[in-house]
């Protein structure tokens, strides 16, 4: 799915050919959400968009497989990067939301979200449709409401995706990072493990 490239590449000063092969391996922003242990020796950093269909079979079909194999065993651990594509509102909408349902309920909702993307995506309200599924992770319409008026963590959310566009040429989704290297687009588990073990040695 094609992101915001168009508009990121009006701000796009760094000349990507100059920048590490590792860089950002282990860059952090406050707005990242850790699945795993926090000291696991990988890191896989995953960049998607709540309204990309790969992304959200990634979370249905490959997800669960990687987080049985290295997230669970401690041996990696999945640094969440939203990037919101379009329909962008909607997108950004829909990223923002898991974020104000707290760290513990972080990855459920979003899980939901990704799980349940079809239906709402294609429901005459999407808003709606979302807030039925916040309610299951315990944030009434009200929270989200005021989750969406956050214009602090749409800056932020906007500003971590465009320093993966300016600085490692990410333009769609998803996206991973392992070990510092890039492997864009859908990525089936076998490549992820792949890399993942080429790393670990």
């Given amino acids: 799915m094609k992101t915001l490239a168009r508009l990121f590449a009006a701000a796009a000063i760094v000349v990507l050919s100059a920048v ?6 282990e860059e952090t922003y406050p707005t990242d959400q850790v699945l ?31 987080k049985a194999e290295w997230i669970d065993t401690g ?7 939203d990037y919101p594509t379009g329909p962008h509102a ?54 989200v409401d005021e989750c969406l008026r956050r214009q602090d963590l749409a800056n932020a959310l906007e500003a971590r995706a465009r320093d993966a566009f300016e600085k490692r040429g990410i333009d769609g989704t998803p996206a991973f990072i392992v ?5 864009p687009g859908a990525r089936p588990f076998e490549e992820l493990d792949k890399a993942l073990k080429a790393a670990s040695k």
């Fill in 20 to 25: 590490p092969a590792a860089w950002a391996a």
């Fill in 36 to 66: 795993g242990r926090p000291d696991a020796p990988l890191t896989i950093i995953e960049y998607a968009s709540t309204t990309c269909g790969h992304c959200a079979n990634f979370h249905k079909t490959v997800l669960p497989r990687l």
């Fill in 75 to 81: 041996r990696a651990k999945l640094i969440f990067r």
């Fill in 90 to 143: 909607l997108s950004l909408g829909a990223s923002m939301i898991p974020h104000c349902a707290g760290p513990d309920r972080y990855f459920g909702l979003l899980g939901l979200i990704m799980d349940q993307q079809e239906r709402w995506m294609a429901s005459a309200n999407p808003l709606a449709e979302l807030k039925k599924l916040s309610k299951l992770a315990g944030l009434g319409e009200d929270k």
């Fill in 179 to 183: 070990d510092g290297k890039v492997l």
